[in-house]
Structure formats: C-alpha cells, structure tokens
C-alpha cells in the first residue's frame, strides 16, 4: 500500500512538536513579554482555504478591545486544534493602529479528500464498494482511512468468495490541495468450496447433515448453479439450521461451532469445518394441560402432534403452540398466552411439558380500515370481510377475508394487520389493497398446427368503475373458430350472496366432419350456500347452423336445429387462491336438459370435474384432475352432433388435436362422442409470483359411435380405461396485464402412423 502525502507518523510528532515548541515559546516569549497587556488592535487568520474563518473566530475568546493575554491565547490555539482539520497554527504579532497590537493565526489545514476512483473492479460495482469503505469525497483526509479502506474492502470481498482478492490504495495531493484517492482492485476468481467436513457428528451421516445445509461443495455442473460458493451470511444460517434439525431429532443440547475456513490459495479451493457437540437424545416424557376457560386440558392434548415417547421434537412442539393459539383466537381470545413449561430429566432423558396457557380477554373487531384501494370502492371489499365491526374477532375468519379479496382479481397484493382498538376489549382491522388494471383492450396473434394463425381481441373490464361487475367484449378467429362473446356479470346483487348474468353470443365452429354456427344467448342466476359451496341455474337458447357435413348420415347433415336448455351447476372451491392455487380442492358437477317442454332439441349432459392442489416439496406444487362426462339424446331423438364431446387442445389433452382422438368418419374427421373421460396430472413451480414453469401427463379419451361407419380402433363405444390416449410434457404460465397465458408442449405417448409426435398449445385462462 503507498501513499504520496506525507506520512503519518512524521506528520503527528511534527504537530506534537510544534505544539509543545509553541507553547513554551509563549510562557516565555519576549515578544509577548512585551505586549502582555497591550490593547488588541485586530485578529486576523491566514493560511484557511477549506474551513471557513467565520468558523475559527468562533472559537478564538481573545477580542479586539481588550489586553492581549498569552494564557488565553493558548487557549484559542488549544480550541482551534480541537477542531481536527490543522495540522499546525502559529501566532505572530505585529504593531497595530493606536498603539495597540494586532494578532494574526496562521494555520495549515488538513487536506481534504478529492475523486475516489476504483481500478480494476470488475465482478462487484463501484456503488456498492462505495457504500463499503467511510473515505468519500470531501471528509478530512486522515492517514487511518487508508488501512481501513484496504480492510474493509477485503473483507467484503471474501464474503464474496473472492478470497485472492488484493487491495491497494494510491493518494496523491493535487494542485487545489485536495487528496484524490485510487483504490485498485485485483479480484481474483472466486474460490469454491471443495469440502465441507463435520467434526464430532455421530449420530446422523455428513451426507444428511449436508442436506440441511444452504452452502453445498462444488461440483460437476455448479458453473450452471453457482453451488459451492461461499457465502457468510448463508453459512451463519445454515448453523442456526444444524442446531434446528438436531433438536428436531432429540438432541436438544447441541451446539454447533462457528464454522472454520481454510483457504487453499494455490488450488484455489476453501476448506469449511464444522464442530459439534451432539449431547444425548431426549424424548417427551409427561404432557399436561389445564383446563382455560372454553377449552379443557383433555381436548387440548388430543389434538397435539407431540406426545409422550416420541423423540422430542421443537419444530412439532412450536407448531403445536400455534395450534392451541389458533384455537384460541378463532374463539375471540385475539392475545392468548400460550407457554410451555419444559422441565428436562436428564437421568430418563425426558422433557416433562406443562403448557401454560393466559387465554386473557375476549377482543371484539373495532374498526375495519379499506386502505390503498384508488378505485375500487370499499364495499365491494368489506363485503368480502367474514366479520363486521362490533363482532367476536375471529382469526379463521380474518384469513378466509384476505383469502376472499385475493380471489377477487382486482389486486396485486392483499395486506391485513391486526392492532388494539381504542379500548382494550377491540382489535381494529387494516386492510391495505394494491390495485392491479382490471380493465384491458387486448390484440394477439398465435399460430397453432391444427388453428393455424389464430387472431383473438377483447375488451374487457373486471371491475366496472370499481363495483365489480364484469363486462366483457371478446372476438376469437382462427381456421377452425370464429368466436363473438358478450357477457355481463353482476357478482353480488345488491351486495347479497347472489349472482346474475346475462350472455350473447355468435359463434362458428369447424369441426372438419361438419360446420356449426350458433347464435343465441343466456341468463345466469348463482348463489353463494357456504364459503366453499356455490349453486347455480342457467337458461341458454341458440340457432345451430349445420352445414359442410362431409360424410351425410341420417343422423349428421345439413340443417338448421334450436336448443332450448336449462342448466344447473354446484360448484365446491376450497383453494387457498383462485389464480395460483398451491392447495385445497374444486369440485364441479353440471347438468343440463333441453327440449321437452322448453322446446328445440331433446337431449341431456351430466359432468363431473374434480381437481386438487397440494404444495409437496418447498415451492413445489402438485395438481391432479379429472373429468367425465355422459350425455345423450331422448323421446326417441339422437344427441345433436354439434353437442357431442371433443377432446384435444390446451385445456384437455395436451399433444393432441380434435383430429386425433375420439371416433372419426370414414375420412378421419373427428365427430365427437357421447362420453369422455379425461385425467391431468402436473408438477407446478413458481419461479416468480406471477410465473411458474409446469410439467405434465395427460391421459383421455372421447368414447361414442362412429357415425356412418367410420373407425374408433383408437376408442370404444363407451368408457374403457383401456382405450386412452397419453401424453408428456411442460411449459410455462404467466400473469399477463390481458390475464393467464400459457405456453405448453406434448408429447405423444402412443403416437400413431400418421400422426406428428406432438403438438405446441396456446392459451388464455386459468388452467383446469
């Protein structure tokens, strides 16, 4: 390390010196020998170009007027000083007007800092090294900065892995007298971990132990993972890590030692030890309980995780505690007290638990606060709230309310925060809300091997001046589709549980056997029966166009048919969020009769879709899902060959088209069937809130006759588990300012002659 200013330990004996010489001189000076007690004519300052004199007369008591005193000027000299930006003052006198003196100080300043520059920092950026070091621009420049500089720089390198790293720094005074500083960096390359030993561990293998670690050892693909770096602040944790997993096993008196680092700097590798005492296991011994006012001790221990001979375990203990707090608090005791009192026998290694519970007062919900919502109005959230103001508070509703306003759409983020009331029988509610646009005007092109280019538009407000009510204006045009929607949703009448909705639509379908184009509309009525379960009842009258039948049969040509049909819906929805499930259940049962007395076509359709979320591993989701569905006709009539089942695409059978599964005619068109059968199975994980990556088997099926004789070698007349089709595959889904998108491709599993090996699909909408 150099440094072009004077050095340090000169400079100080020089002050020191000066001081001393200065001082003498002034107890015996002639000079003030002679002008002790002369009148002070002037003071003046010289030598200051940083520090301001206005700031140095402040501290300078000698005053003009009055007899000059040698003891307070070494006083001024002394408070001077005092100020650490001089390194020397001298004090001269020289005849004034009127026979007075006048006293002139002359100073040497402290040269300031100019530019820091950094050289040679390439892997970390300069704000943040800035951020690092206490030398910047403008402070006093003092000869400490320089080690401290090249400290704390290294570091926090070596908390970057950069373990070669070398620090030097160069100052040079320029011609305005300020110091600039260049702090060159060689870094070096990051040093990995090559292994991560354990000392004393016995009870459990280096491999285990290493799986509860964050820091791993390098190996074949870390230049993919940048695995076996080291990092600091991780390695902490991962020791408040080793002592959790121990003491979930038992050992409640182990304690695991500040980790040991060896740098190997010629293998460029670090070599990390870890000490630990394991102690002895322990197991629960004896649990109890008393009975607090609605609960007894009994019913309270019936329900715990821990019981009496199992090795002890703090992580279960813990989630034991939150259990009987949760109780508690779903009852109004908002700040129940729930301490366990452990006494440890180490004789029988036991932990004897007495868990004390204060269950403390029943709270009642004060005022319930609507925050940040801009253009939402405040009961469209509040009546999402399961509890009003002036009721029992109760914690499993205070999460079902935030689990509601999430699903409705209309935010990016839902906060709630308890806090006391005015009185301390209340607990007031703050929800603050972030609004996301709930209205769009989207355009957008895809292409897919079946569709083709595919053109779709919409225009669309979830939230209609912040009632929300849904309206929505979408167009879908692609070889084989020509879509015009209009649909009108009021969610709750008259902020009742009670659902409304009126559809319009036009539509045209190619299914390649035959074209359909219906027009017609609808009427929907729902109704909320639970905070899970939703019944509904829908009327839908359409005009069926079929034309372009290929193969003609008595039962497939040219014409023109009504239906006239009344539907009903029970739908049970107990996931934890609507757009980005990652656990609970939906169930969705259909039915629907047209004809009869309604008029138009006779026939019938049941369904049956079930799906479950479920997190498996950290962020790792789990999705299963199933549907089936029957329909035929009656009174003698066959099922409409516009109302059979398809099955093939982006929210059925991934790596399929409507072309390759079901029966088909003597052609190879599709023509649908009475019944399907369909299984999705997905392993979800989010890479960001708003993005996850999927992969997926898809297995299914249409079942029906092949209409005029045509082939179902790849199905049956009815259900048959036997006869399906599978696929393989992933993708991507995304939050879009337009809604869900996804991206996905299947891979055939059974692929046929003639067949492609998969298919890429395109999609709007929440999957399933």
Same mark, same amino acid.
């Given at each position: 390390?150099?440094?072009?200013?004077?050095?340090?330990?000169?400079?100080?004996?020089?002050?020191?010196?000066?001081?001393?010489?200065?001082?003498?001189?002034?107890?015996?000076?002639?000079?003030?020998?002679?002008?002790?007690?002369?009148?002070?004519?002037?003071?003046?300052?010289?030598?200051?170009?940083?520090?301001?004199?206005?700031?140095?007369?402040?501290?300078?008591?000698?005053?003009?007027?009055?007899?000059?005193?040698?003891?307070?000027?070494?006083?001024?000299?002394?408070?001077?000083?005092?100020?650490?930006?001089?390194?020397?003052?001298?004090?001269?006198?020289?005849?004034?007007?009127?026979?007075?003196?006048?006293?002139?100080?002359?100073?040497?300043?402290?040269?300031?800092?100019?530019?820091?520059?950094?050289?040679?920092?390439?892997?970390?950026? &300069?704000?943040?090294?800035?951020?690092?070091?206490?030398?910047?621009?403008?402070?006093?420049?003092?000869?400490?900065?320089?080690?401290?500089?090249?400290?704390?720089?290294?570091?926090?390198?070596?908390?970057?892995?950069?373990?070669?790293?070398?620090?030097?720094?160069?100052?040079?005074?320029?011609?305005?007298?300020?110091?600039?500083?260049?702090?060159?960096?060689?870094?070096?390359?990051?040093?990995?971990?090559?292994?991560?030993?354990?000392?004393?561990?016995?009870?459990?293998?280096?491999?285990?132990?290493?799986?509860?670690?964050?820091?791993?050892?390098?190996?074949?693909?870390?230049?993919?993972?940048?695995?076996?770096?080291?990092?600091?602040?991780?390695?902490?944790?991962?020791?408040?890590?080793?002592?959790?997993?121990?003491?979930?096993?038992?050992?409640?008196?182990?304690?695991?030692?500040?980790?040991?680092?060896?740098?190997?700097?010629?293998?460029?590798?670090?070599?990390?030890?870890?000490?630990?005492?394991?102690?002895?296991?322990?197991?629960?011994?004896?649990?109890?309980?008393?009975?607090?006012?609605?609960?007894?001790?009994?019913?309270?221990?019936?329900?715990?995780?821990?019981?009496?001979?199992?090795?002890?375990?703090?992580?279960? /203990?813990?989630?034991?505690?939150?259990?009987?707090?949760?109780?508690?608090?779903?009852?109004?005791?908002?700040?129940?007290?729930?301490?366990?009192?452990?006494?440890?026998?180490?004789?029988?290694?036991?932990?004897?638990?007495?868990?004390?519970?204060?269950?403390?007062?029943?709270?009642?919900?004060?005022?319930?606060?609507?925050?940040?919502?801009?253009?939402?109005?405040?009961?469209?959230?509040?009546?999402?709230?399961?509890?009003?103001?002036?009721?029992?508070?109760?914690?499993?509703?205070?999460?079902?309310?935030?689990?509601?306003?999430?699903?409705?759409?209309?935010?990016?983020?839902?906060?709630?925060?308890?806090?006391?009331?005015?009185?301390?029988?209340?607990?007031?509610?703050?929800?603050?809300?972030?609004?996301?646009?709930?209205?769009?005007?989207?355009?957008?092109?895809?292409?897919?091997?079946?569709?083709?280019?595919?053109?779709?538009?919409?225009?669309?407000?979830?939230?209609?001046?912040?009632?929300?009510?849904?309206?929505?204006?979408?167009?879908?045009?692609?070889?084989?589709?020509?879509?015009?929607?209009?649909?009108?949703?009021?969610?709750?009448?008259?902020?009742?549980?009670?659902?409304?909705?009126?559809?319009?639509?036009?539509?045209?379908?190619?299914?390649?056997?035959?074209?359909?184009?219906?027009?017609?509309?609808?009427?929907?009525?729902?109704?909320?029966?639970?905070?899970?379960?939703?019944?509904?009842?829908?009327?839908?009258?359409?005009?069926?166009?079929?034309?372009?039948?290929?193969?003609?049969?008595?039962?497939?040509?040219?014409?023109?048919?009504?239906?006239?049909?009344?539907?009903?819906?029970?739908?049970?929805?107990?996931?934890?969020?609507?757009?980005?499930?990652?656990?609970?259940?939906?169930?969705?049962?259909?039915?629907?009769?047209?004809?009869?007395?309604?008029?138009?076509?006779?026939?019938?359709?049941?369904?049956?879709?079930?799906?479950?979320?479920?997190?498996?591993?950290?962020?790792?989701?789990?999705?299963?899902?199933?549907?089936?569905?029957?329909?035929?006709?009656?009174?003698?009539?066959?099922?409409?060959?516009?109302?059979?089942?398809?099955?093939?695409?982006?929210?059925?059978?991934?790596?399929?088209?409507?072309?390759?599964?079901?029966?088909?005619?003597?052609?190879?068109?599709?023509?649908?069937?009475?019944?399907? /059968? /369909?299984?999705?199975?997905?392993?979800?994980?989010?890479? &960001?809130?708003?993005?996850?990556?999927?992969?997926?088997?898809?297995?299914?099926?249409?079942?029906?006759?092949?209409?005029?004789?045509?082939?179902?070698?790849? &199905?049956?007349?009815?259900?048959?588990?036997?006869?399906?089709?599978?696929?393989?595959?992933?993708?991507?889904?995304?939050?879009?300012?337009?809604?869900?998108?996804?991206?996905?491709?299947?891979?055939?599993?059974?692929?046929?002659?003639?067949?492609?090996?998969?298919?890429?699909?395109?999609?709007?909408?929440?999957?399933?």
């Amino acid at each position: 390390m150099q440094a072009r200013c004077a050095p340090a330990p000169f400079r100080r004996w020089r002050a020191l010196l000066y001081l001393l010489f200065l001082l003498l001189g002034l107890l015996g000076s002639p000079l003030y020998a002679q002008n002790e007690g002369t009148r002070v004519s002037a003071i003046k300052i010289q030598g200051n170009k940083r520090v301001d004199s206005s700031t140095i007369f402040y501290y300078i008591k000698t005053e003009v007027g009055k007899p000059l005193s040698r003891s307070l000027i070494r006083k001024d000299i002394e408070q001077i000083y005092s100020l650490g930006q001089f390194t020397d003052i001298q004090v001269d006198t020289r005849p004034g007007k009127d026979g007075g003196v006048e006293v002139i100080f002359v100073v040497e300043e402290i040269p300031s800092v100019g530019e820091v520059t950094f050289v040679g920092n390439d892997a970390l950026g &300069t704000a943040d090294l800035r951020d690092v070091i206490s030398i910047k621009r403008g402070v006093t420049f003092k000869e400490h900065l320089v080690k401290d500089t090249v400290q704390k720089l290294t570091t926090y390198y070596h908390e970057k892995a950069f373990f070669l790293v070398r620090v030097n720094v160069d100052t040079a005074v320029n011609t305005n007298g300020l110091v600039g500083v260049t702090i060159n960096i060689e870094e070096g390359e990051k040093v990995k971990i090559d292994e991560i030993r354990f000392v004393g561990a016995k009870a459990f293998d280096d491999d285990d132990l290493k799986d509860v670690m964050e820091t791993e050892e390098t190996w074949l693909f870390s230049f993919i993972d940048e695995s076996g770096i080291y990092k600091k602040d991780v390695l902490k944790v991962d020791v408040l890590r080793l002592e959790a997993f121990y003491q979930d096993k038992g050992y409640i008196r182990v304690r695991v030692h500040e980790p040991q680092i060896e740098v190997n700097r010629e293998d460029k590798e670090i070599y990390i030890e870890i000490k630990i005492e394991e102690g002895l296991q322990y197991k629960f011994g004896k649990i109890t309980i008393q009975d607090v006012e609605e609960f007894s001790g009994q019913d309270l221990l019936v329900d715990l995780k821990s019981k009496p001979g199992a090795v002890y375990n703090i992580s279960l /203990l813990r989630e034991d505690i939150l259990n009987i707090t949760e109780k508690f608090s779903e009852k109004g005791f908002a700040y129940a007290d729930v301490n366990p009192k452990a006494a440890i026998d180490d004789e029988t290694r036991t932990v004897d638990l007495n868990i004390q519970i204060d269950s403390g007062r029943k709270v009642f919900v004060g005022k319930i606060n609507v925050i940040g919502n801009t253009r939402t109005r405040d009961n469209v959230i509040r009546r999402e709230f399961r509890f009003k103001e002036g009721e029992l508070f109760n914690s499993k509703k205070l999460k079902r309310s935030k689990q509601r306003i999430n699903n409705l759409g209309f935010f990016e983020s839902v906060k709630i925060n308890t806090l006391r009331g005015d009185t301390p029988g209340l607990i007031d509610v703050d929800a603050t809300v972030t609004e996301r646009p709930t209205g769009s005007i989207s355009f957008g092109a895809g292409f897919s091997s079946v569709q083709k280019v595919i053109f779709n538009a919409s225009i669309a407000q979830n939230n209609v001046f912040g009632t929300g009510r849904n309206v929505n204006l979408s167009a879908n045009i692609s070889a084989i589709r020509t879509n015009f929607n209009l649909q009108l949703t009021e969610p709750r009448l008259f902020d009742s549980n009670v659902s409304a909705g009126i559809d319009l639509f036009n539509t045209r379908s190619n299914f390649f056997s035959f074209t359909t184009n219906s027009r017609g509309g609808g009427l929907r009525l729902g109704k909320n029966l639970s905070e899970t379960d939703w019944a509904g009842i829908n009327y839908r009258f359409s005009n069926v166009k079929i034309s372009g039948v290929v193969n003609p049969t008595p039962l497939l040509q040219d014409g023109t048919r009504t239906t006239s049909r009344i539907g009903t819906t029970f739908i049970h929805d107990s996931r934890d969020n609507f757009i980005t499930p990652t656990q609970g259940w939906r169930h969705v049962v259909r039915l629907e009769f047209a004809g009869g007395f309604l008029g138009g076509a006779d026939f019938y359709k049941t369904g049956y879709e079930v799906t479950y979320y479920q997190r498996l591993i950290g962020k790792l989701v789990g999705a299963l899902h199933g549907a089936v569905n029957y329909a035929d006709g009656y009174g003698g009539e066959n099922l409409p060959s516009f109302e059979r089942y398809f099955m093939g695409g982006a929210n059925s059978l991934r790596g399929f088209t409507i072309r390759q599964v079901g029966p088909l005619d003597p052609l190879g068109n599709p023509l649908g069937g009475e019944q399907s /059968l /369909l299984f999705n199975v997905e392993l979800q994980y989010p890479l &960001t809130e708003g993005f996850r990556v999927f992969t997926f088997y898809d297995r299914g099926n249409v079942y029906g006759s092949a209409v005029g004789g045509g082939d179902i070698s790849s &199905t049956d007349t009815s259900i048959n588990l036997g006869k399906m089709r599978e696929s393989v595959g992933g993708g991507i889904r995304f939050f879009s300012p337009f809604g869900p998108i996804s991206l996905a491709y299947g891979f055939k599993l059974d692929k046929r002659t003639g067949e492609s090996s998969g298919e890429f699909h395109f999609s709007a909408g929440n999957a399933f």
